[in-house]
C-alpha cells in the first residue's frame, strides 16, 4: 500500500477503524487521538502522530506507541520520538547515523521544533548524541559498553526479582505465568511474509522480564530495568541483523519462570544472569567487528 499523502494537520480517512475493535485511532470527529502510521517496516502500529502518514515513504508500518495528554492529544514531538526510538532499538537507524534535523523536518513535515524536542529527548536516554560539527547521531555501540550494560543489568534485574518472589502475591505469580505463556505461544519470526523481527515477540519478551520484577515494590527499580532492557534491545537487534542468533533448545525462560514461582531466589537469580549474559555473549562478536 502506497503512503498517503493527507495532510498533517488532519486525519487520513483511511485511518478510521471501528472503536468497538479496540483499533480505533481517531475518533469519528476527526480528533486525532492514537493512529495509525507508516513508519519503517510492514507492521500494523498503534504510533501516535499529528503528521502525516509514510512519513518517511515506502509504506511500511511499525508497531509504536507513544503517551498522550491527559486528554488524548499526542504532541508531534512525541510521535517523532517514538518512531526513531523504535527504529534506532531495532537497528534500522545504525549506529553512527546522523540525524540532520532538516532533513527528519521535511520527511515528518513538521517544524524543527518538535524534532529537537524529540532528538533531545533521546539523547537523555543514550540512544542518541550530540556530535561536534555534525548534529545528532545514533550512538555509537561497544564492547565495553556491552559488558557494562550487561553487568547493570544482571545486578538490578537480580535486585528486582530476588523482592518480588520476597513480596509477590498470587497476581504476581499469575502476571509471571501469563507473561511467560504468551512469549513462549508468540512465533520469534514474523508469519506475513515480511523481514525482520516480530514486534508481538519482542513486545512479549520485555512483559516477561518486567513481569519477574513487577512486584519488588520499587517504580525506580522497574523503570530502571526498563531502561536497561531497551538499551540492550539494541545490542540484540544488531546481532540479529547480523545473522547470529541463538541456536540452544533450553526454554530458558520458562526455566527462570519456573525457579521464580517456586520462590528459589537463588536459583531463579542465577538462571536469569546467566540468559544475559549468554545473550551478551552471543552479540559481542558482530560488535567488536563493527567499523569504527
Not at 520527511?107 to 556530535?131: C, I, K, Q, W, Y
Not at 537480580?158 to 512465533?187: F, K, M
Not at 526454554?251 to 551478551?280: K, N
Request: positive net charge.
Amino acid at each position: 500500500m502506497p503512503p498517503c499523502r493527507c495532510r498533517a494537520d488532519r486525519p487520513c480517512p483511511r485511518l478510521i477503524h471501528d472503536s468497538a475493535s479496540g483499533q480505533a485511532m481517531i475518533d469519528q470527529s476527526g480528533r486525532i487521538r492514537i493512529l495509525w502510521i507508516i513508519g519503517w517496516r510492514g507492521l500494523s502500529s498503534p504510533a501516535a502522530s499529528l503528521y502525516r502518514c509514510g512519513a518517511f515513504g515506502g509504506g511500511r508500518m511499525r508497531q509504536r506507541m507513544v503517551v498522550a495528554d491527559p486528554e488524548g492529544k499526542i504532541t508531534r514531538a512525541s510521535a517523532i520520538y517514538a518512531e526513531l526510538r523504535g527504529a534506532i532499538l531495532d537497528g534500522t537507524l545504525a549506529p553512527g547515523v546522523r540525524l540532520n534535523v532538516r532533513e527528519l523536518s521535511a520527511r515528518f513535515d513538521t517544524g524543527l521544533s518538535p524534532v529537537r524536542e524529540a532528538l533531545n529527548r533521546l539523547a537523555m536516554e543514550g540512544f542518541a548524541a550530540h556530535a561536534d560539527n555534525r548534529g545528532f547521531v545514533v550512538s555509537p555501540v561497544s564492547v565495553p559498553e556491552l559488558e557494562d550494560l550487561t553487568q547493570a543489568r544482571c545486578w538490578v534485574n537480580e535486585l528486582g526479582l530476588r523482592r518480588s518472589i520476597a513480596l509477590g502475591d498470587a497476581g504476581w505469580e499469575e502476571a509471571v505465568l501469563v507473561a511467560c505463556h504468551r512469549l513462549s505461544r508468540t512465533p520469534r519470526e514474523r508469519t506475513d511474509g515480511a523481514t525482520g523481527p516480530n514486534p508481538a515477540w519482542n513486545a512479549a519478551h520485555k512483559a516477561f522480564h518486567q513481569a519477574l520484577v513487577s512486584a519488588c515494590g520499587s517504580k525506580w527499580l522497574i523503570d530502571t530495568c526498563s531502561q536497561l532492557f531497551d538499551s540492550a534491545e539494541r545490542y540484540r537487534s544488531l546481532a540479529r541483523l547480523a545473522g547470529v542468533s541463538r541456536s540452544d533448545p533450553r526454554d530458558e525462560h520458562r526455566e527462570i519462570m519456573t525457579a521464580a514461582l517456586d520462590r528459589d531466589a537463588d536459583r531463579a537469580a542465577a538462571l536469569l544472569t546467566e540468559h544475559f549474559q549468554r545473550t551478551a555473549h552471543l552479540v559481542r562478536t558482530v560488535v567488536g567487528n563493527r567499523p569504527g
